[in-house]
Structure formats: structure tokens, C-alpha cells
């Protein structure tokens, strides 16, 4: 929790997805036990604390969407092979993380409809996951890009090959 504070303290974030592991905290709110529930209510107020101005969404399939333009931001609901397709499917343009891979489904249509999952940050050998070989798709990575005042975007993947980041720096415009 303190290093998660403190690189949104250095990256002063304004917008907050919560995930599923970060939605535990909220739901120990409502535990019976009260040693729990003031341990979240602590660790939530922390939080707020290092978002400061941020807009924070739930980990919520309607109301944890933000939309930026033609694109949406979400945490992710679904794993496996066929999740970018069928978050795709049910958003339409968007970026999300749940499953920690990086993914991307195009749906066909008149307009542009990419989904894609952009990977993540974390240990991607955990106790829990030793013996699925699907994780072994798990890679680390995060999108970036533009927004154009127009509503229209353009999204990039910084990712990590054999140890070394990629990321493309330079942006032309044609």
C-alpha cells in the first residue's frame, strides 16, 4: 500500500480504476468483524489521500467505466484467450489490464473497434497461478497515447522483452 501511494503521489493521477484486489478493501468496509473493517477504512483513507483531486471509479461493470473521447477505460471482468474479444464486444473501443496480458481484438464495424488488454505491473509468477499454464500469456506492459480534442485517440503499448522496456518515444504526425 505505501509504495502504491507513493507513485500516485508522484504521478498525481486524475482518474482511479479500482481492480478486483483493490475492491477487498471497500467490501471489508461492510465485514462484521471491526478490526478488519477499521484496518480498510485506514488503508482507504491512505489511498484517498495520495489521489488527492483524482476521480476514483468502483471495480463495477457499469459504473467503473471512464470514458476518454471514442475510448473507454476499465480495470477488466474476464480472463483467458477470449477475453479482449469479448470485452470488446460489450464496450466497444477500449483498454484494460484484469487479465495481465497484452491482447488485442478488433471488431468489425463502420467505426473503429479495438479492445485491448494492456498488460501489467506485477509479479507474474504468484503462488496461486504456479500451475496454469494460461498465465504463462501474462506479460508486463501499459498503454499510452493521444487524446485529440475531437474525441479520437491513438494508443500505444510500452512492454518488456527479455527484460528491457519498449517503448516508443516519437510521434509524428503526416
Not at 478490526?35 to 476521480?55: R, T
Not at 477500449?94 to 478488433?106: L, M, N, P, V, W
Not at 503499448?157 to 517503448?167: D, F, P
Request: glycine share 10%; with cysteine; proline share 2%.
Amino acid at each position: 500500500i505505501e509504495a502504491g501511494c507513493d507513485f500516485l503521489r508522484k504521478y498525481q493521477p486524475t482518474h482511479f480504476l479500482r481492480g478486483n484486489h483493490d475492491e477487498r478493501l471497500w467490501d471489508l468496509l461492510d465485514e462484521d468483524d471491526g478490526k478488519l473493517a477499521g484496518y480498510a477504512k485506514h488503508l482507504i483513507e491512505e489511498i484517498k489521500d495520495a489521489l488527492g483531486d483524482a476521480q476514483m471509479f468502483p471495480y463495477d461493470k457499469r459504473r467503473g467505466v471512464l470514458k476518454l473521447g471514442h475510448l473507454k477505460c476499465l480495470h477488466g471482468y474476464n480472463a483467458g484467450i477470449t477475453a479482449a474479444r469479448i470485452v470488446g464486444q460489450v464496450y466497444g473501443s477500449c483498454i484494460f489490464g484484469h487479465c495481465h496480458t497484452i491482447d488485442q481484438y478488433s471488431i468489425a464495424g463502420l467505426e473503429r473497434r479495438v479492445a485491448r488488454c494492456i498488460g501489467c505491473l506485477c509479479l507474474l509468477d504468484q503462488d496461486y497461478n504456479r500451475a496454469h499454464i494460461q498465465t504463462l500469456r501474462q506479460a508486463h506492459g501499459w498503454a499510452y497515447g493521444l487524446l485529440l480534442p475531437n474525441g479520437a485517440y491513438t494508443v500505444w503499448q510500452a512492454e518488456q522483452v527479455s527484460g528491457k522496456w519498449h517503448v516508443p518515444t516519437d510521434i509524428v504526425t503526416l
